[in-house]
């Protein structure tokens, strides 16, 4: 029998009286791990009620106090990083080593929010009204950031703590409450982040954690009246249902990536096949941000195709407790997925470097070389360890893949020339360009955005807490 867990509402751990949970498979070994709450609409009202009460108060706290709740939650988070690690491990079947990553940084992320927030939120603004023709100065205008009221937080499964917390800080040093809705897989590992609120001392109410079926809560959480704000991290066609059903209110969104990497003739292929195997393969392909397209030039191809090779070939595959480099994907309907793209590349003639080989959710690593626009995988996101080549004439037609694309989240360039490399960052029409590197989300500080159908709005701590606050101002008139 599976451990039961609680959602979090009123700063209480509470079972849902819908009596039904939800269960969770651990991917590793597709047997049933967890249970979480099934929570009903009437508890979901509850969660914003309350938060909605404890935000007018918390708006009010003095912001050093906000920063100083958050700095605990921040040395709690560390303290308990191995247990949440371990939750990460089995329920999302992250390498261990990882997943300790993801909760020291998610901690680290906690802090800086803190730090930020005083910076941002200490600074207003003050004018006067005589530049602007025909007035006089007899008004003065002064303005300053206001939260926006309760914020709801949605994270993936890739990064359920890291992807949570990059929400609910910045929401909560400006003053907000947050609503946050776990994703299944993930959704222990988020409570456990969520009971270092609690230790923390966070108001009642503040903070809920409401677990259950998107299908029963989903749409009711994200149409509701009492939500000002929606952060949304996960795949494109939620987002953009989403998005087309919420209200006039800020919306927050990373959803999906196709990063191209492209290699010129001049780079240093040795950094670029690591890169790429980085890029493409940690955990084991599922992030947002993994190389998904090399765009490689002839000339080259087969030198860099030889080195990723000879690297890909040392990747270990086995089980997240091993910290072996490819783990099981997420799900059996993933796996299909992803078997689905490596057919159809080898119907339409791609040249495999490795065999297909899978084993439930544990997929071994494949380089798919001379990838054509007319597969499937030259487009789409397989969130999982295999990797198209397609090798390009001229940079032109590696930038014009990259814009061709939907999504356009991050995307990276390989060559030893500046000019070519500034050239290239311009010309591709993505969120993000990486300058011989591989795409990646952070430091958490700088700007996250993807373009076209990878999002909305930007992300970074600085820009989320500029995002989840708005201006309010007061004018002063003189006779
Ligand atoms: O897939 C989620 C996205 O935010 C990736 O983050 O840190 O792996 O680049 P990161």
């Given at each position: 029998d599976c451990d039961t867990f609680k959602y979090y509402v009123d700063g209480e751990w509470r079972r849902s009286c819908s009596g039904h949970s939800v269960t969770i498979n651990n991917p590793s070994t597709r047997k049933p791990l967890f249970k979480v709450q099934a929570c009903t609409q009437?508890?979901?009202?509850?969660?914003?009620?309350?938060?909605?009460t404890a935000q007018k108060i918390w708006a009010k706290t003095p912001l050093w106090k906000r920063a100083e709740a958050l700095h605990k939650v921040a040395t709690i988070l560390k303290e308990q990083k191995a247990p949440i690690a371990d939750c990460l491990v089995k329920e999302v079947a992250k390498t261990s080593k990882d997943a300790v990553v993801e909760v020291v940084r998610s901690g680290d992320l906690v802090a800086y929010a803190a730090e930020e927030g005083i910076r941002i939120l200490a600074e207003g603004k003050f004018?006067?009204?005589?530049p602007f023709p025909g007035n006089d100065r007899?008004?003065?205008?002064?303005?300053?950031?206001?939260?926006?009221?309760?914020?709801?937080?949605i994270p993936p499964f890739n990064y359920p703590v890291n992807l949570a917390v990059s929400k609910m800080a910045p929401a909560l040093?400006?003053?907000?409450?947050?609503?946050?809705?776990?994703?299944?897989?993930?959704?222990?590992?988020?409570?456990?982040?969520?009971?270092?609120?609690h230790l923390a001392g966070f108001p009642k109410g503040l903070i809920s954690a409401v677990t259950g079926k998107g299908s029963d809560i989903g749409d009711y959480l994200t149409t509701h009246p009492g939500i000002n704000c929606i952060s949304f991290t996960g795949g494109c066609d939620t987002g953009i249902a989403i998005s087309k059903k919420a209200g006039m209110i800020p919306l927050q969104m990373e959803l999906g990536g196709k990063d191209s990497c492209i290699v010129l003739e001049d780079a240093d292929l040795e950094l670029a096949a690591t890169n790429i195997i980085k890029g493409g393969f940690s955990y084991s392909g599922q992030r947002c941000t993994a190389v998904k397209v090399v765009l490689a030039m002839e000339c080259i191809a087969d030198a860099l195709v030889c080195k990723i090779n000879a690297k890909l070939c040392k990747l270990t595959v086995g089980m997240p407790e091993d910290d072996c480099d490819i783990t099981p994907v997420i799900s059996d309907t993933s796996a299909n997925f992803i078997e689905g793209l490596v057919q159809d590349a080898r119907c339409k003639g791609?040249?495999?470097?490795?065999?297909?080989?899978?084993?439930?959710?544990?997929?071994?690593?494949?380089?798919?070389?001379?990838?054509?626009p007319d597969m499937r995988i030259a487009w789409e996101e397989p969130f999982g360890p295999i990797l198209?080549?397609?090798?390009?004439?001229?940079?032109?037609?590696?930038i014009h893949h990259c814009n061709a694309n939907n999504?356009?989240?991050?995307?990276?360039?390989f060559t030893k020339s500046f000019d070519k490399a500034m050239m290239i960052s311009d010309?591709?029409?993505?969120?993000?360009?990486?300058?011989?590197?591989?795409?990646?989300?952070?430091?958490?500080?700088?700007?996250?955005?993807?373009?076209?159908?990878?999002?909305?709005?930007?992300?970074?701590?600085?820009?989320?807490?500029?995002?989840?606050?708005?201006?309010?101002?007061?004018?002063?008139?003189f006779p």
């Amino acid at each position: 029998d599976c451990d039961t867990f609680k959602y979090y509402v009123d700063g209480e751990w509470r079972r849902s009286c819908s009596g039904h949970s939800v269960t969770i498979n651990n991917p590793s070994t597709r047997k049933p791990l967890f249970k979480v709450q099934a929570c009903t609409q009437e508890e979901v009202n509850r969660c914003i009620d309350s938060a909605k009460t404890a935000q007018k108060i918390w708006a009010k706290t003095p912001l050093w106090k906000r920063a100083e709740a958050l700095h605990k939650v921040a040395t709690i988070l560390k303290e308990q990083k191995a247990p949440i690690a371990d939750c990460l491990v089995k329920e999302v079947a992250k390498t261990s080593k990882d997943a300790v990553v993801e909760v020291v940084r998610s901690g680290d992320l906690v802090a800086y929010a803190a730090e930020e927030g005083i910076r941002i939120l200490a600074e207003g603004k003050f004018l006067v009204s005589d530049p602007f023709p025909g007035n006089d100065r007899n008004k003065y205008c002064l303005s300053s950031k206001i939260p926006l009221g309760v914020v709801l937080a949605i994270p993936p499964f890739n990064y359920p703590v890291n992807l949570a917390v990059s929400k609910m800080a910045p929401a909560l040093i400006a003053g907000n409450a947050v609503v946050l809705k776990p994703p299944t897989q993930g959704a222990v590992a988020c409570l456990h982040m969520i009971h270092t609120f609690h230790l923390a001392g966070f108001p009642k109410g503040l903070i809920s954690a409401v677990t259950g079926k998107g299908s029963d809560i989903g749409d009711y959480l994200t149409t509701h009246p009492g939500i000002n704000c929606i952060s949304f991290t996960g795949g494109c066609d939620t987002g953009i249902a989403i998005s087309k059903k919420a209200g006039m209110i800020p919306l927050q969104m990373e959803l999906g990536g196709k990063d191209s990497c492209i290699v010129l003739e001049d780079a240093d292929l040795e950094l670029a096949a690591t890169n790429i195997i980085k890029g493409g393969f940690s955990y084991s392909g599922q992030r947002c941000t993994a190389v998904k397209v090399v765009l490689a030039m002839e000339c080259i191809a087969d030198a860099l195709v030889c080195k990723i090779n000879a690297k890909l070939c040392k990747l270990t595959v086995g089980m997240p407790e091993d910290d072996c480099d490819i783990t099981p994907v997420i799900s059996d309907t993933s796996a299909n997925f992803i078997e689905g793209l490596v057919q159809d590349a080898r119907c339409k003639g791609a040249r495999f470097h490795q065999e297909w080989r899978r084993e439930g959710n544990l997929i071994w690593p494949i380089l798919i070389d001379f990838v054509r626009p007319d597969m499937r995988i030259a487009w789409e996101e397989p969130f999982g360890p295999i990797l198209p080549v397609i090798r390009i004439k001229t940079v032109e037609e590696g930038i014009h893949h990259c814009n061709a694309n939907n999504f356009a989240l991050q995307g990276c360039v390989f060559t030893k020339s500046f000019d070519k490399a500034m050239m290239i960052s311009d010309a591709m029409e993505s969120g993000t360009i990486q300058i011989n590197s591989a795409p990646g989300r952070g430091p958490d500080h700088f700007p996250f955005q993807g373009l076209r159908d990878s999002g909305v709005g930007s992300q970074g701590i600085t820009n989320s807490i500029n995002m989840m606050c708005k201006t309010k101002t007061t004018v002063m008139n003189f006779p």
